[in-house]
């Protein structure tokens, strides 16, 4: 069925702020509570209100995390057709706009399902498991991230103060990071049992994993970020959406600008990348030798890395499709059963 009614909903901590578009006219404006008790019921009351159904209606909205996944839930329990879409896209598809609130946010978020309803790409909703997985591994970054600070800080003040300052210091740091790393290894031993616990998770890590370079938190991330590869079937999208795709920059003859990767990216996933690829040279095999090769060339040090980190991405994925584990002189007859 062609969709024709067109939801824009700007999610905030505490408030919802829906509007609902009909050949291009805003129909109406509602805000409420961002509470799932509250949510089917106002979606419900709406849809019989427009005379509209859950399969000529789509919902688009902006990912604001935890914040949009009570709203998602209850989208995904009704079978509606959800779009969510990346918060900077929808802005620069605006074009020049002047000033901003909830209200406005909403009408521009279903203005643009409206406007580039062909080009959607329906949200699909992960397993619980994978909710939970990606809970652990925020958890796990942000103790990480505690971690690395009192230890720099720690370092810092240790070359300047004097040596009862730092001793007491020492005493006092030590105590934290130490409990820091202990609950890291337990977000990672609480990871590894729900990977081993799925059928389908384990499978899938195994396979990642088996390709050189490619260690634990790397592939639980690959696992969440794709949705278990029901997101990103295609390696280049994902590579895209990694950061380590280098793009042209030039026009005419007079811009001639240095091709290189967008800032626009998810930042952890090519921090993984870039680690996964210096381990991987660091072990013999076909990936030290061409960072061997292209270094005595003379490329430089980087875009071998980079090359090394999108080698890493096309293997992750033929391995997948594949459904094999990574061989270096792979032949069809090794493809898993």
Request: charged share 20%; aromatic share 8%.
């Amino acid at each position: 069925m062609q969709v024709t009614h067109f939801v824009g909903i700007d999610v905030s901590k505490n408030n919802l702020d829906v509007s609902w578009v009909v050949n291009a006219q805003v129909l109406f404006h509602e805000t409420f509570e961002n509470n799932s008790r509250k949510i089917k019921p106002k979606l419900i009351c709406w849809m019989k209100k427009q005379g509209s159904t859950f399969e000529n209606t789509l919902f688009c909205l902006e990912f604001t995390g935890v914040y949009s996944l009570p709203l998602l839930h209850c989208l995904s329990q009704l079978g509606a057709l959800i779009w969510v879409e990346s918060g900077v896209q929808i802005r620069r598809s605006l074009g020049m706009v002047r000033g901003k609130n909830d209200q406005v946010d909403s009408q521009r978020i279903a203005l643009y399902a409206y406007t580039h309803q062909h080009h959607v790409n329906l949200w699909k909703a992960p397993r619980a498991i994978i909710e939970q997985l990606s809970a652990l591994l925020s958890k796990r970054a942000l103790l990480v991230k505690m971690q690395k600070a009192l230890s720099t800080s720690f370092n810092e003040q240790a070359e300047f103060l004097e040596p009862t300052v730092v001793k007491s210091i020492r005493v006092s740091t030590t105590k934290v990071v130490r409990e820091l790393r202990k609950q890291i290894h337990q977000i990672e031993s609480e990871v590894r049992k729900l990977i081993s616990s799925d059928d389908k998770l384990n499978h899938l890590y195994q396979i990642i994993t088996s390709i050189t370079g490619v260690g634990f938190v790397t592939a639980v991330h690959v696992i969440t970020t794709t949705n278990e590869f029901v997101n990103f079937n295609n390696p280049k999208q994902y590579a895209c959406y990694c950061g380590v795709v280098p793009f042209e920059h030039t026009s005419g003859t007079s811009v001639r600008g240095k091709t290189r990767v967008s800032h626009y990216a998810n930042k952890t996933m090519k921090s993984l990348l870039h680690l996964a690829a210096l381990g991987a040279i660091k072990s013999p095999g076909e990936l030290r030798e061409y960072y061997d090769r292209k270094v005595a060339e003379g490329k430089n040090k980087m875009s071998v890395l980079n090359a090394i980190r999108n080698k890493l991405v096309l293997r992750i994925f033929s391995c997948v499709s594949q459904n094999r584990l990574y061989k270096k002189n792979f032949t069809l007859d090794l493809v898993l059963s």
